[in-house]
């Protein structure tokens, strides 16, 4: 899937939407466009603000095999690539580099992983 953007300015926003759980994965600030596809993905975990209009958070940090699934679908659904990954779990980071997620990783695994980089 292509997304709409990767970056601005050749720079990663690390900013974090203020509403997103404490934890790992996260919305970046001012990017959300609203689309709803994510919140479609894992409703459980990511909604809609209800203080800014149409900006999307992670509600809750994924705990379960079943929500962590869902948080990364969650990723590659999102059309801006928005939805981030801050934290440094290398059983996680390996899943979203060989899922093409790479960019929204702010960290690296450790091993190298072949990458599968969406184009964009």
Partial sequence: MKK???RIS?????????????????VQNQVCIACGAPEAEAP??????KIEY?????????????ELSRAISAMQVSCISGLR???????????????????????????KIKLNRQKA
Wanted: with cysteine; glycine share 10%; aromatic share 14%.
């Fill in 85 to 111: 990954y801050g934290g440094k779990d290398e059983e996680i980071l390996k899943h979203l580099y060989e899922s093409g997620l790479a960019d929204e990783c702010a960290h690296q695994p450790a091993v």
């Fill in 54 to 66: 149409g900006h999307c958070y992670f509600k809750k940090q994924p705990k379960t095999p079943d």
């Fill in 10 to 26: 050749g720079k990663k926003f690390d900013e974090r939407f203020p509403e997103n759980a404490h934890g790992d994965f996260y």
């Fill in 44 to 49: 459980d975990l990511i909604d809609h603000s």
């Fill in 4 to 6: 709409i953007f990767r």
